[in-house]
């Protein structure tokens, strides 16, 4: 399917899976996720791309994992993911990364999904990863902003808020939750820049309260 590079691929919260023709303002895909006989509508959670191919990676709330393959075919990968998914990160062409609530990890390699040794804290809400320096980052309830070297699985940086006002409550980040990807990518860069991928040492950031 030649659509000139403009396109866009959404989901919604009833499994529907869409490929719309951006110069031309038309859907020209939809699919699925769901099955006809399933009364249970499966939403789409995240969506990430596999490089500079056509395909997408497809989490749902059910702990599943399709991909979406040429814009035209939705494909179920075997396994899943039981406890659900944070998000996922495009490492290259062949595969991606998902990170769990509980802090697990897995990649999404030759169609399989296979699970890794980190484990990357608990509370865990936010990811990213940087395709190019091979690092995850992440972000939670009392989970601040945590940087993971991939190739070595270990952390190198963590961001510690400390004079919290209110420490009997179990809170979330304090950044807004629709920020976080954001605010993510930003910190990593910063951190990375600023202390070096071996800095494992952590850092406190000050948060002052009006």
């Known amino acids: 399917m030649n659509l000139d590079g403009r396109v866009a691929v959404t989901g919604d919260d009833l499994g529907q899976i869409k490929v719309i023709d951006v110069g031309n303002c038309k859907v020209v895909f939809q699919a699925s996720i769901s099955s006809r006989d399933d009364q249970r509508k499966v939403a789409i959670t995240h969506l990430c791309s596999r ?15 399709h991909q979406l393959l040429n814009f035209r075919d939705v494909a179920t990968v075997p396994g899943n993911l039981k406890g659900g998914t944070v998000g996922i990160g495009e490492l290259d062409e062949r595969r991606a990364l998902f990170c769990s609530p509980a802090g697990e990890v897995f990649f999404l390699q030759d169609e399989k999904l296979i699970p890794s040794s980190m484990k990357v804290g608990n509370n865990v809400q936010c990811m990213q990863t940087s395709r190019h320096e091979r690092i ?3 972000a939670g309830k009392e989970h601040e902003l945590e940087l993971w070297d991939l190739q070595h699985e270990k952390s190198t940086f963590r961001w510690v808020i400390r004079n919290f006002l209110f420490y009997a409550l ?5 950044l807004l939750r629709e920020e976080l990807s ?3 990518r930003y910190m990593a860069v910063y951190c990375l820049s600023s202390s070096g991928s071996s800095c ?3 850092h406190v950031l000050p948060v002052s309260f009006t």
């Open 51 to 65: 490089g500079a191919s056509d395909n997408f990676v497809i989490c749902t709330s059910d702990g599943a994992v």
């Open 136 to 138: 995850l980052s992440v």
């Open 170 to 174: 179990a809170r979330t980040p304090l």
């Open 182 to 184: 954001f605010a993510i």
């Open 200 to 202: 494992t040492k952590d």
